[in-house]
């Protein structure tokens, strides 16, 4: 099979890696950047397959119609659908959550599902996207292996959240939210908004910011 792989998140290159070391016999293109990135290629390649993990723009109708395109979502989807589902559901306060390998349709998050595995979000940001590389990984592997007899489930859309991609100011902590939210609650907040993501922040007296990289409880 020849395979893109469409990204620009580190866990999503760990994967792709991996994928091109353990499965030598297929033929792998990389885009690891939107700079890297060519439509124009994907026309030329004519790929059986192509994995847009971890990428954050917006893939066109036709290549979606024309090639066969899957994403992998860190969340148990419909549940968590749009942006930033890592950050969210940490935020949220849930413990667990799902690696959703899905076939990509028109809209946002809402293909039918290849192969769901659930995980922990315990521990920091770091170990977090660890373990979503790992089951990547493994789940990929067995689509790629199993491509011509693939059983896919449809997506209970009654059943779905949607959240938006946060933004950088959100990462501030105000001093109402110190009155507001308890200490398990800040704590999840600064760890799901460990690097790579915009840190937690706390504005000073003189204008600057306090980032909060690590915190315990």
């Known amino acids: 099979m020849k395979i893109i792989c469409c990204t620009h998140r580190?866990?999503?290159k760990?994967?792709?890696k991996s994928l091109k070391c353990r499965l030598s016999e297929h033929d792998f293109i990389l885009f690891n950047s939107k700079e890297e990135f060519s439509e124009s290629?994907?026309?030329n390649e004519k790929p059986d397959l192509i994995l847009w993990y971890g990428w954050s723009w917006m893939v066109s109708e036709d290549i979606l119609t024309k090639y066969y395109s899957v994403m992998l979502h860190p969340s148990p989807l419909p549940k968590y659908r749009g942006g930033s589902p890592i950050q969210n559901q940490i935020?949220?306060?849930e413990e667990k959550s799902a690696v959703t390998l899905f076939k990509m349709n028109e809209g946002v998050?809402?293909?039918?599902i290849i192969y769901q595995k659930p995980f922990s979000l315990s521990g920091d940001l770091c170990e977090v996207l660890s373990r979503i590389s790992a089951i990547g990984t493994d789940l990929s592997i067995k689509m790629i292996k199993n491509f011509k007899n693939l059983q896919l489930v449809r997506q209970n859309s009654s059943k779905s959240t949607y959240f938006k991609r946060r933004c950088p100011e959100q990462s501030e902590i105000t001093l109402e939210h110190l009155k507001k939210h308890t200490a398990g609650q800040l704590h999840n907040k600064i760890r799901a908004l460990?690097?790579?993501y915009p840190n937690a922040f706390i504005k000073c007296s003189d204008g600057s910011k306090l980032y909060l990289v690590k915190s315990h409880l």
């Open 109 to 112: 998050d809402k293909g039918d």
């Open 10 to 12: 580190e866990w999503a």
């Open 14 to 16: 760990e994967i792709y």
């Open 41 to 43: 290629r994907i026309y």
């Open 91 to 93: 935020i949220n306060g």
């Open 194 to 196: 460990q690097s790579p």
